[in-house]
């Protein structure tokens, strides 16, 4: 087996272009879990090259199915973020744009990101964990780091995969987790999401959103209103009371379905 998944890695081509995404299918596993994909952010191309080929061998090794995408610099992330990514390898000590400043970019973008920091330092591994970093590792890289590394992060992050839709602005692409998301009305035209880190614009419609949030735990209160029933303290009258302390209105016409969507909601706690 073990030159079966050596023959297997000498076949994958292990290119370093910024613009292509290398897939590494293991061969072990014929049931696999759904695609992880990695994101590199390294100025230095040799230690991409190592680095794509321990998750090659991981991947080889375990029967996970890997996308890597290469980022050659912290700017170069930030500008053609894809919120599909589940876990960012980032070098701290880059010459544009460092791993931190893109960091804390990324969180703004996507709050649920693994980040595992890349450093020759142990001075930046405190600091980086002010952006909600999973780990920092001390380079050189070797296997058995990689493999302990991945192995604790994919327990992780398949315990706590949490339902996510990706709304897109004139500032860029947003990965907005459900479960932080207050509730959502009309503005200017266009849809304003309140969530618990920013308020983010969206240019669906009402309806599109009311449709893409059915059966989530939202609800269509207003004309101009969606909320998240989780977030929901108490109705008064025609205004809802939400946990923050924020009011929005209740419609006449929907007060009654949206009372009973509620209380079976409520229900489902007591």
């Known amino acids: 087996m073990n030159d079966q998944i ?5 076949r994958l081509p292990l290119r370093t272009d910024s ?9 072990l596993d014929m049931e696999r879990n759904e695609m992880i994909h990695i994101a590199i952010c390294d100025d230095e191309k040799d ?4 680095l794509t080929g321990l998750l090659n061998q991981y991947a080889a090794e375990t029967g996970e199915e890997i996308k890597v995408t290469v980022y050659y610099d912290g700017m170069e992330l930030i500008e053609k973020y894809d919120t599909t990514i589940d876990l960012i390898f980032l070098d701290i000590q880059m010459r544009l ?10 969180r703004q973008i996507d709050e649920k990101v693994g980040i595992i920091f890349l450093t020759t330092l ?3 591994g405190l600091e980086g964990y002010k952006y909600q970093a999973t780990n920092y590792i001390i380079k050189p890289m070797k296997y058995v780091r990689l493999k ?9 992050h398949r315990k706590d995969d949490s339902p996510a839709m990706v709304v897109s ?23 304003l999401l ?6 983010i614009i969206c240019y669906k419609s009402m309806k599109e959103m009311e449709q893409e949030l059915q059966g989530k735990g939202f609800i269509r209160c207003h004309t101009s209103y969606i909320v998240n029933l989780f977030y929901v303290k108490g109705v008064n009258k025609l205004e809802i009371e939400l946990i923050t302390g924020e009011i929005i209105p209740i419609s006449q016409p929907k007060r009654k379905s949206f009372m009973e969507k509620l209380a079976e909601y409520w229900g489902d706690f007591i």
Do not use: C, P
């Open 47 to 50: 230690f991409v090259a190592h």
């Open 148 to 156: 302990a590394e991945m192995d604790q992060w994919l327990k992780k």
């Open 122 to 124: 142990t001075q930046y």
């Open 19 to 27: 613009k292509y995404s290398i897939i590494f299918r293991g061969i």
């Open 97 to 106: 744009v460092n791993g931190l400043r893109a960091a804390e970019r990324v």
């Open 6 to 10: 050596l023959e297997y890695q000498r």
């Open 169 to 191: 602005n004139d500032t860029g692409r947003y990965k907005v987790f459900l479960k932080s998301l207050r509730y959502v009305e009309t503005f200017n035209r266009n849809l």
């Open 194 to 199: 309140h969530t618990e880190q920013e308020n």
